[in-house]
């Protein structure tokens, strides 16, 4: 079972993962890191093409997740099982959809780095703190490692049984990423447990 996983095995719809999407590996391996934040000019470019796009409202696939990464510039590898993974320098963000019909996407990143076990109460106090204060990505300490250290999470879910316009899922992928990456630094600093 892959790490990021807390729902063990395929995603409902049944079949092979792989063709369930229509998308296979092949297709989708990005390498390297994801580029950079781009300066104010670029954003405002970039916002102006999303904005540009068709209002029309259909189910969320991972074709058009893949196609919404692939405008945010975000490099990604897909796994063949129905998920994606892009990573950073300190972190990974796996993006899928679950659900009986794969109607919510749901982006859950780990920092690469673990807590010792004896830090478990002092991990649970930062974790609380985070998500007192943060509305967005609601982070938890999962099960230890198999060398017995815990990894941190934050996970945000949207229900999207009613489908979406590719702009609302561009802007809900680029925000979640963002706040991944806001959410790992934070622990690195503020939070001070990494």
Known sequence: MPWWSWRPGPAAGGGDPETRTGITVEENVRVGPPTPRQPAD??????????????????V???????????LDVRYL????????????????????????DEILVMRARPHATVPPDWADR??????????????????IGDPTERGQLPIYAELQVPLGAGTHDALLVEMLDCGAAVATTFVDWLHDEGALL
């Open 42 to 59: 670029d954003v405002a470019a970039e916002r102006s093409v999303i904005t540009d796009m068709p209002a029309t409202v259909a189910p």
């Open 61 to 71: 696939t991972l074709s058009r997740v893949c196609e919404a990464l692939d405008l």
């Open 78 to 101: 897909a796994d063949g099982d129905g998920n994606l993974l892009a990573m950073w320098e300190r972190h990974a963000v796996l993006v899928t959809l679950e659900g009986p019909e």
């Open 123 to 140: 991990a649970y106090r930062v974790v609380n703190e985070w998500n007192h204060t943060r509305r967005f990505c609601k982070a938890y």
